[in-house]
């Protein structure tokens, strides 16, 4: 049996998700005494080490239970899905973003925070493709409780505040994707080529040739990543308007 049809044979149980709401972060995890203990947290760990080996389509069922020595019924104790799975390894990946402390200058205190989102999704490339999911893990709604309360200290309030909140995780988010396709690449001179093809090609593209589109020698990743996150919060009003 495959892995989606144990999980339809599941989900056609009667009763079966009536018994549980659609959310992992919605349920209480379960309390069973077995021989080999099985948590939770053991589900993650074992998810996030391979989601970070394989990625997000090499991660099944039933190769976590092989890697947790139990059988899919096992884990489907303590998860129902896949994507509970996934759930709790991206809110679990959130858990490592350090939250700064606060100092006399909001917009780096911000920025700080941002900084570290990116450097945690890209040791974890396959986390950024996940975002847009239901996001109501505990570390990721603490994330998101610290950067409001950071721009909350600058002035911004109600709909500002939601808007400037909303533009620098899909600022990071974005980023965090892009550079992690790049990465992931099978030809790791990918990026070279298309800036070759671009050069190649003058009365095609002339801006993009005069920008520097794709030309890793006139600026870095980091560099770029940095400017664009001091034009946002640059723009970004505080309280005086200033």
């Known amino acids: 049996m495959t892995d989606t049809e ?3 044979q599941r989900d056609d149980t009667p009763g079966e998700r009536r018994a549980h709401p659609g959310s992992v972060w919605l ?10 203990p099985l948590t939770r947290q053991r589900i993650v760990d074992a998810a996030v080490a391979l989601l970070d080996e394989h990625g997000i389509d090499g991660l099944t069922m039933r190769r976590l239970a092989q890697m947790l020595d139990v059988t899919p019924t096992a884990l489907y104790w303590h998860v129902k899905t896949k994507d509970d799975v996934l759930d709790l390894a991206l ?3 959130f858990g490592n973003v350090p939250l ?12 700080t925070l941002i900084r570290n ?7 974890h490339p396959w986390a950024p493709g996940l975002i847009g999911r239901p996001m109501l893990g505990p570390n990721v709604l603490a994330r998101t ?20 909140t909303r533009t ?30 671009i050069t190649a090609n003058p009365d095609a593209y002339p801006t993009l040739n005069s920008s520097g589109h794709l030309d890793t020698a006139r600026w870095s990743e980091d560099d770029l990543f940095e400017r664009g996150l001091d034009l946002i919060l640059a723009g970004t009003p505080n309280a005086n308007g200033e």
């Open 6 to 8: 144990f999980d339809q």
């Open 27 to 36: 349920r209480e995890e379960p309390t069973r005494s077995r021989p080999i």
């Open 91 to 93: 809110d679990h990946v």
């Open 100 to 111: 700064p402390g606060a100092t006399d200058d909001w917009r780096d205190d911000a920025r």
């Open 117 to 123: 989102w990116r450097a945690v999704m890209l040791r």
């Open 145 to 164: 409780e610290h950067l409001q309360v950071t721009l909350a200290r600058g002035g911004l309030s109600d709909v500002e505040l939601t808007v400037v």
């Open 168 to 197: 620098l995780a899909n600022y990071v988010i974005g980023v965090a994707l892009t550079e992690a396709t790049w990465h992931r690449s099978a030809d790791p001179q990918a990026q070279t080529e298309g800036r070759r093809h």
